[in-house]
């Protein structure tokens, strides 16, 4: 149980477009997603917190109109990288819980490649 | 604020020896402490977790860690290593549950030699 799923794996896009990465939670109803930032050979960043229904809270310094996250149901969360550009590749991973939970269950990442 | 150091961003170890990764946060209340590992190109995975119950953790894999308030620590251990076992294990912290916000230590890559 407690499986979450990301689509694509891995993008390669070219500057100046707009990536879409899923995030699914297969086997419960995530109330709260989160999504993180991991750039090569470093810690895991939060970007930002999304709650069902609500606009994401997003972390300090995290530009949330460059990061446009949607948490439009119970099993789906999106982010969308607008006018992605090379400093924007990344390892981005992330991660649900259900109510009362005391675990985050994480996906496997997406890796994005701006050229 | 909380926060977590974890000592050490590469450790080795040969097959069959003791496997010991070490921990410290630092938490104004109780914390609740997570142990992940992620293998190459993978997301993470929850070895074990701590929340304020018993505080010797047997997590997944062999895995354990002991929570000692005394000395903020969290130390990852694992009697005997397996070649598997090589992979980047984050410590990390919340203060309300592992429902809210995380935060992670660096990291440290796990080599296993033969």
């Known amino acids: 149980g407690a499986v979450v799923s990301q689509h694509p794996s891995w993008v390669i896009c070219k500057s100046g477009t707009s990536v879409k990465i899923e995030c699914r939670s297969l086997d419960f109803q995530a109330t709260t997603m989160f999504w993180y930032r991991q750039f090569p050979k470093q810690s895991l960043m939060l970007m930002a917190t999304?709650?069902?229904?609500?606009?994401?809270?997003?972390e300090q310094g995290v530009e949330k109109d460059k990061f446009l996250i949607n948490h439009a149901s119970l099993t789906l969360s999106t982010l969308t990288v607008t006018s992605a550009h090379p400093e924007d590749s990344s390892f981005y991973i992330c991660?649900?819980?259900?109510?009362?939970?005391?675990?985050?269950?994480f996906g496997p990442g997406t890796r994005l490649l701006v050229l | 604020a909380q926060s977590v150091t974890q000592l050490g961003s590469h450790v080795s170890v040969s097959e069959g020896a003791l496997v010991l990764l070490r921990c410290n946060y630092s938490s104004s209340v109780p914390p609740y402490l997570f142990w992940y590992v992620q293998y190459p190109n993978q997301g993470l995975q929850l070895l074990l977790k701590?929340?304020?119950?018993?505080?010797l953790v047997k997590g997944i894999n062999g895995f354990e860690a002991e929570f000692k308030k005394s000395e903020t620590s969290f130390h990852l251990t694992k009697p005997s290593a397996h070649m598997s076992d090589a992979a980047e294990y984050f410590c990390a912290v919340s203060i309300t549950g592992g429902g809210n916000k995380l935060t992670f230590g660096t990291g440290t890559q796990l080599k296993v030699e033969l």
């Open positions: 701590y929340t304020s119950a018993a505080t």
């Open positions: 999304s709650n069902e229904g609500s606009k994401a809270t997003y």
């Open positions: 991660s649900a819980i259900s109510r009362n939970q005391e675990t985050q269950y």
